[in-house]
Nanobody
């Protein structure tokens, strides 16, 4: 069970950090990803990080503004220079196949419940 937290309401240009933790297990054996879903839209890839933390990958829309990181117990998404179009429910997800960093939600087996980010203009 993954638990995402840290969402909220922030003004455009502001920053926020999301966290994702697992109850009862470590996340160190998984590739971790963040996805987001805006109203009326499909769930979209945001960022992924390898099990070791040595590799990261970002959607073009967040590159240079968002940073994914991890320690043994949690995964984080630092979001800077936020824009109204970043408004969405953000989900963390875990992929047990550590040899890949997929942008497809279908390849992540475990999901958190989501945390809402609203960016006001």
């Amino acid at each position: 069970q993954l638990q995402a937290s840290g969402g909220g309401l922030v003004q455009a240009g502001g920053s926020l950090r999301l966290s994702c933790a697992a109850s009862g297990r470590t996340l160190s054996s998984y590739t971790m990803g963040w996805f987001r879903q805006a109203p009326g839209k499909e769930r979209a890839f945001v960022a992924a990080i390898s099990w070791s933390g040595s590799s990261t990958y970002y959607a073009d829309s967040v590159k240079g503004r968002f940073t994914i990181s991890r320690d043994g117990a949690k995964v984080y998404l630092q979001m800077n220079s936020l824009k109204p179009e970043d408004t969405a429910v953000y989900y963390c997800a875990a992929d047990p196949v550590v040899s890949r960093m997929s942008t497809s939600a279908l390849e992540y087996d475990y999901w958190g419940q989501g945390t809402q980010l609203t960016v006001s203009s």
